[in-house]
């Protein structure tokens, strides 16, 4: 009897540990050919962020990522699955914040960085197209990383992650079962979930993608896949001037 109770044990904790192996929260593993813009944004070369690859030199990402970081120390991986082996790594050049950037609210989020030398493009490494419109509540779309695959987690995925989610409208995310974050959601943010999924922390700076375009930039939640409290992301669609100006800015620089 008491060996039989010890084995289902046994069993439970493995399945869990399995489980756990594919949980971004929730999501599963992926070939970069289905996330070619991904970038893993290192320092000394270790991952801390994601980026979406725009233009063969300029890289988007979040502006928290960015904070007191040293142009001279940053590296993103390209084309590549794993976030410490294979694809292009090049150097980074300059990095530029939005200048209204508020750490303390999230307030535009939102950063661009020029690569020391372009991207080679191919099937593994592709920009994508920016969004014109903010999507409508209940759109579907897929955020991928290689952040936390639960939160508080010490375990950080070597390959990549994606999972899917719904856009949640900004007013639904301010105050109702689910989503419960007030009056610090903006029309500058979007809030997407959906069941247990989300990004989690080293998501951040990373694509929100809906119908092959990028719609936000992992920013902020409170906790991961936490009830109540949806993924935010820096709304694309608000920024498509800024950025405009500010990549031609960069590319001609
Ligand atoms: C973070 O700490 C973080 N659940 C990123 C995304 C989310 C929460 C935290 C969204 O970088």
Redesign the pocket.
């Known amino acids: 009897m008491r060996i039989s109770y010890f084995f289902v044990l046994f069993l439970l904790f493995c399945t869990m540990t399995v489980l756990d192996a594919y949980r971004i929260v929730n999501g599963h593993p992926i070939d970069i050919q289905e996330a070619p813009w991904q970038v893993s944004i290192q320092k000394y070369g270790f991952h801390f962020c994601g980026g979406s690859i725009v233009a063969s030199q300029i890289i988007l990402t979040a502006a928290h990522c960015l904070v007191n970081m040293d142009v001279k120390t940053l590296t993103i991986r390209a084309g590549s699955r794993f976030w410490k082996k294979g694809g292009q790594v090049v150097k980074v050049a300059k990095i530029k914040s939005h200048t209204e950037y508020r750490a303390k609210k999230y307030l535009n989020d939102i950063a661009i960085m020029r690569l020391a030398t372009p991207l080679k493009f191919g099937p593994l490494a592709q920009p994508i197209t920016l969004t014109s419109s903010v999507p409508r509540d209940g759109t579907g779309a897929s955020v991928s990383g290689w ?1 936390l695959l639960k939160a508080k987690s010490t375990k950080r995925p070597e390959i990549l992650q994606a999972v899917n989610l719904r856009i949640m409208d900004y007013k639904k995310c301010q105050n109702t079962n689910y989503g419960r974050y007030g009056y610090s959601i903006t029309r500058q943010m979007i809030c997407a979930a959906l069941n247990a999924n ?7 700076g990373g694509p929100l993608v809906s119908k092959k375009k990028l719609v936000g930039i ?4 409170r ?3 936490a009830q109540g409290f949806p ?2 992301y820096t709304n694309i669609a608000y920024y498509k001037k800024w950025l405009k100006t500010e990549i031609k800015e960069l590319t001609n620089c």
Do not use: E, I, L, R
């Open positions: 952040g989300d990004a989690c922390q080293g998501d951040s992992v920013s902020w939640g906790g991961c896949a993924g935010v």
